[in-house]
C-alpha cells in the first residue's frame, strides 16, 4: 500500500535528513522512491543535478530502487504533474519550517503541497528524528465519518506497524450534562469498535477522548503521547472559514512537531480539509 | 445542580451587597469618587468595546433569527407559547424599559436639544433633529439586542436542555462542569449584584419623580418622609404582587400599564400638534435608518467624543447592567417561542412602541418649545424628574395626566421590582423556576432597603456607577455567551436533524467492510 513514494526535494536537505527519511519510510514498507526536484530556474544546473545523483545512490545503498526525475517551472504544478504521471502510492514531503511572517507574506510551498496533493502525503518534521528503528505509536485522529473508510485500511493492513495505536476523538461538548453524558457514551463506544477492528495490526490500542478544538486537540495529545506519527483523513470543505483560515490538516502540519501521514478522501483535492468535529 | 451547595451564591451576594451599600451609608463620598473614577476609566477605555460588542449582539440575533437556528423551540419542541402576545409584549416593554421611558420620553430629547455635541449650535433646528434621532437610538434597537442574547441563552439551555435558569447554566458548552464551581459562582454573584444596584437605583429615581409628580399635583413639599413611606408602600405592593407569581401579579399589572400607556399616547396624539408628530416620526425614523450604521460604530474620537461618552456609552452600559436581569425574566416569560418569533417580536414591537412613545411626548415638547412655550426645554431640563408633568401643564385635563402617569410609573415601579425580587430568588435559590418566598421576601425587602437608604445618604449615583461598572465584565461574559450558544445550537440542530457526528458512527458491520 506504501509501496512507491515519491520524494520531492529542494536540494537543501542534508544528507542526514534524506537518510532519516529514507530509513523511516522503510519502515512504512516503501521499496521504490522517484526522487524528484523542480527546477525554477530557467537551465538545470551541473552541481544540482550532481546532488541529485549522489543523494539517489546513498539511498540505494539503503536498498531502495531509485529513479530520478528532474523538472523545470513551479514546484507544486510539476510534482502534481509527477504525481499523476509516476502514480506513486504516497509522497514523502521533508517540511521546511518557515517563521509565521514569511509564511503570511511569501507563503509556503510545502502548505501549498499538502493543500493540492491528492494522494497519500508523508509531512515529514526534522524535530521527529529518532534513532529507534519502527515506529512506537501512532495516533488517528477520528470523528467516525467518511474519512474512516479510507484510514482504517491502512491501520488494519499491513501498511502501518506500530507497538502502539491512539485513536483519538476531538469535539465540542453537548449543551447540557445529560446529552453530553449520552455523547461521550456513544463516542467511547465507537472508538471501542474501532480500536477493535485495528487491534489485529498493533500490540496496544488505546482511545482518547477529549473536549475542545480538533487543529489544537490532535497536536497537543501528539505531544502528550509522544506519538511517532499521526495519521489524518483529508477530504474537500466547503467551509468558508476553512477557506480562510486554513484546513484542519494545514493547521496540524504547521503546530505539529510530529510527522504526518495525511490521506486524502477524494480523488482530486484543492483545497482539502479534515472532517473532524 | 445537585452539586451546588444551596446557598453559596445567596450568602456570597448579600455579604456584597451589604458591604457596598454599608460603604455607602459610612462614606457616601468614597463611595461616589470610587464608582466615578471605575466608571470613567471603564467608558474611557473601553467606549470602543460596548459599541462594537452592542452592535455584535444585534447582527447576531439577527442572524439567529434569520438563520436555521430560527426553527428551534425555546422549550420542548410540543411546548406552546404560555402567555398571549399582548401578555408576552405587556411584559418584555414592562421589564426592559417601562419606568425609564416615562422618566426620559420628554427629558431626553430636550436635554440633547440644549446640550448636543459641541460641533452642533444647542437649541437649533439641528439640534432637534439630532436629539430625536439619538433619542431613538438610545432606546431603539440595539438595547433589544443585549436582552435578546441575554435572555435566548438562558431560555435555550433552560428550557430546551434541561438546565437550570442560571446565567452560569449558559456556558456548559464552553466550561463544561466548571458552572458548577467558582467560575459559575462568580457569573452568578456578578449577575446578583448587577440586578440589586441596577434596580435599587432605578427605584430610587422612580420615587423620586413619583414623589415630585404627587408634590406638584396635591402641593406639598417633597421631604425624605415623602420617599420613605412611598417607597414603603410599593415595597409592600410589589410584594404582594411578586408572592402571587407571574401568571397573575406581572402579567396583570404589565398588561393593564401597556393598556393606560397606550390611552395615555393616544391622547396626547390626538390632542396635541398631530400632523407635527406624525412628521416628526417620519422623518427621525428616517435620519435613524440612515445614519444607524454611523451611530452604532461611531466613538467620535474628533468630535463630539465627551457627549458620546456621556450619552450613548453610558447607555450601552447601562442596558448591558441591566441584561441579567431583563434577560432572566424575558426568558421566563417567552418559553415555547421559536428563535426566530422571539428575536423578530423583542426586536420590533417594543422599538416601535419606543419610537411612538418619544414622537408623541418629545414631539409635543418641541412644538411647545418653538411655539409658545419657548423656554420649557429649559425648565424640563432643569429638573428631569417633572419635565413630563411641566409638558402636561400646557395640555387639558393636566392634573388627571399627570395622576394618570403616577398611576403608570407606580405599577411599572411594582412590575420591574416584581420582576427583579423573582429573578434575584431564582438566580439564589439554583435556579428554581419557583423560588422559596422567603427568597422572594429578603430580596424585596433589600431592593427597597438599598433604594431607600442610597437616596437619603445620596450614594443613589455612586450605585448606578457600580452596575454600570459590572457591564465591563458582563460584555466579555455576553460575547463569550454568544459563542456557547451558538455551540448549544448547532449540536442542538445537528441532533435534531440526524446530522450529528456521533450518531453518523460507523455501525461494526461498515467498519468490518472498510477493512
Not at chain 1, 61 to 67: C, G, L, N, Q
Not at chain 2, 31 to 57: M, V
Not at chain 2, 220 to 225: C, G, I, L, Q, R
Not at chain 2, 419 to 441: D, H
Request: glycine share 6%.
Amino acid at each position: 500500500m506504501l509501496g512507491t513514494c515519491i520524494l520531492p526535494l529542494s536540494l537543501k536537505e542534508s544528507f542526514r535528513t534524506i537518510r532519516s527519511i529514507a530509513s523511516f519510510i522503510k519502515d512504512l514498507g516503501t521499496e521504490k522512491i522517484f526522487l524528484s526536484h523542480v527546477f525554477e530556474g530557467k537551465r538545470i544546473r551541473q552541481k544540482q543535478s550532481e546532488k541529485m545523483g549522489d543523494i539517489a545512490e546513498e539511498l540505494r545503498s539503503m536498498d531502495f530502487i531509485v529513479s530520478t526525475h528532474s523538472l523545470k517551472g513551479s514546484v507544486v504544478d510539476g510534482i502534481m504533474d509527477l504525481t499523476k504521471e509516476l502514480t506513486p502510492d504516497f509522497a514523502a514531503l521533508p517540511w521546511h519550517n518557515i517563521d509565521p511572517l514569511r509564511r503570511s507574506l511569501v507563503g509556503s510551498i510545502d502548505i501549498d503541497i499538502v493543500r493540492s496533493i491528492d494522494i497519500p502525503a508523508l509531512i515529514y518534521k526534522k524535530e521527529s528524528i529518532s534513532s529507534n528503528p519502527g515506529l512506537d505509536s501512532i495516533i488517528y485522529a477520528t470523528n467516525f465519518q467518511r474519512t474512516d473508510s479510507i484510514v482504517v485500511p491502512y491501520l488494519s493492513g499491513n501498511s502501518l506497524h506500530a507497538r502502539t495505536l491512539y485513536l483519538l476523538h476531538a469535539g465540542q461538548r453537548a449543551p447540557d450534562p445529560e446529552a453530553d453524558q449520552k455523547r461521550r457514551s456513544l463516542i467511547r463506544n465507537s472508538l471501542d469498535r474501532l480500536a477493535k477492528e485495528c487491534r489485529v495490526n498493533f500490540d496496544n490500542v488505546e482511545t482518547i477522548e477529549t473536549v475542545g478544538s480538533v487543529r489544537t486537540e490532535i497536536v497537543r495529545e501528539a505531544r502528550r503521547k509522544k506519538a511517532d506519527m499521526i495519521i489524518m483523513g483529508k477530504t474537500d470543505s466547503k467551509k468558508s472559514i476553512d477557506r480562510i483560515l486554513g484546513s484542519t490538516a494545514e493547521s496540524v502540519a504547521i503546530k505539529s512537531h510530529t510527522n504526518i501521514i495525511l490521506i486524502p478522501a477524494t480523488g482530486s483535492s484543492k483545497s482539502g480539509s479534515v472532517l473532524n468535529g | 445542580m445537585d452539586k451546588k451547595p444551596d446557598n453559596t451564591v445567596f450568602i456570597m451576594s448579600l455579604i456584597m451587597v451589604l458591604t457596598v451599600v454599608a460603604t455607602g451609608i459610612i462614606s457616601p463620598e468614597f463611595l461616589l469618587q470610587l464608582s466615578k473614577t471605575l466608571h470613567k476609566e471603564i467608558i474611557r477605555s473601553f467606549g470602543w468595546g460596548y459599541l462594537t460588542a452592542t452592535f455584535f449582539f444585534l447582527c447576531f440575533s439577527l442572524f439567529l433569527a434569520f438563520s436555521r437556528f430560527g426553527d428551534i423551540k425555546l422549550g420542548k419542541d410540543h411546548e406552546k407559547p404560555r402567555y398571549s402576545y399582548f401578555g408576552w409584549f405587556s411584559m418584555l416593554f414592562a421589564a426592559g424599559m417601562g419606568i425609564g421611558l416615562i422618566f426620559w420620553g420628554v427629558a431626553e430629547p430636550m436635554s440633547h436639544f440644549l446640550n448636543p455635541p459641541s460641533y452642533i449650535a444647542n437649541g437649533s433646528g439641528t439640534a432637534a433633529e439630532f436629539a430625536m434621532t439619538h433619542s431613538f437610538f438610545h432606546w431603539g434597537i440595539q438595547p433589544w439586542a443585549i436582552y435578546i442574547v441575554m435572555s435566548l441563552s438562558i431560555a435555550f439551555f433552560s428550557f430546551r436542555r434541561g438546565m437550570p435558569p442560571l446565567i452560569s447554566s449558559c456556558f456548559y458548552p464552553l466550561i463544561g462542569e466548571k458552572i458548577y464551581g467558582l467560575t459559575g459562582y462568580i457569573i452568578d454573584i456578578l449577575a446578583v449584584f448587577a440586578t440589586i444596584f441596577g434596580i435599587a437605583t432605578s427605584l430610587g429615581f422612580g420615587a423620586l419623580q413619583i414623589s415630585s409628580g404627587l408634590g406638584m399635583v396635591l402641593d406639598f413639599e417633597v421631604t425624605n418622609t415623602v420617599y420613605l413611606i412611598l417607597i414603603a408602600i410599593i415595597t409592600v405592593l410589589f410584594l404582594a404582587s411578586s408572592l402571587t407569581g407571574l401568571d397573575k401579579g406581572i402579567q396583570f399589572l404589565s398588561k393593564l400599564n401597556i393598556l393606560i400607556a397606550t390611552c395615555l399616547l393616544l391622547f396626547m396624539l390626538a390632542v396635541g400638534p398631530t400632523s407635527y408628530i406624525l412628521d416628526i416620526l417620519t422623518s427621525t425614523t428616517a435620519d435613524y435608518l440612515s445614519s444607524f450604521l454611523n451611530m452604532s460604530l461611531s466613538t467620535n474620537p474628533f468630535k463630539g467624543y465627551d457627549w458620546t461618552h456621556s450619552w450613548t456609552l453610558f447607555y450601552w452600559a447601562w442596558w448591558i447592567s441591566w441584561s441579567p436581569f431583563v434577560g432572566l425574566f424575558v426568558a421566563s416569560i417567552s418559553r415555547g417561542r421559536t428563535v426566530r418569533e422571539f428575536v423578530l417580536g423583542a426586536l420590533t414591537v417594543p422599538t416601535i412602541f419606543t419610537f411612538l412613545w418619544f414622537s408623541v411626548f418629545g414631539g409635543s415638547a418641541f412644538n411647545l418649545e418653538f411655539g409658545k412655550a419657548p423656554g420649557i426645554a429649559e425648565t424640563i431640563t432643569s429638573n428631569i424628574s417633572t419635565g413630563l408633568f411641566e409638558l402636561y401643564s400646557y395640555y387639558p385635563f393636566s392634573t388627571a395626566l399627570t395622576i394618570i402617569t403616577i398611576m403608570l410609573l407606580v405599577v411599572f415601579f411594582i412590575t420591574s421590582a416584581d420582576s427583579a425580587t423573582y429573578v434575584l430568588a431564582m438566580m439564589t435559590s439554583n435556579g428554581k423556576l419557583i423560588p422559596p418566598t422567603s427568597r422572594k421576601i429578603i430580596w424585596g425587602l433589600t431592593e427597597s432597603s438599598v433604594a431607600a437608604i442610597l437616596l437619603l445618604s445620596g450614594g443613589l449615583d455612586a450605585l448606578q456607577k457600580m452596575a454600570i461598572a459590572a457591564a465591563l465584565p458582563f460584555t466579555i461574559i455576553m460575547v463569550f455567551m454568544c459563542r456557547s450558544l451558538y455551540s448549544g445550537m448547532k449540536y442542538d440542530m445537528a441532533e435534531t436533524s440526524d446530522k450529528l457526528e456521533i450518531e453518523d458512527l460507523p455501525q461494526e458491520s461498515q467498519v468490518r467492510n472498510i477493512t
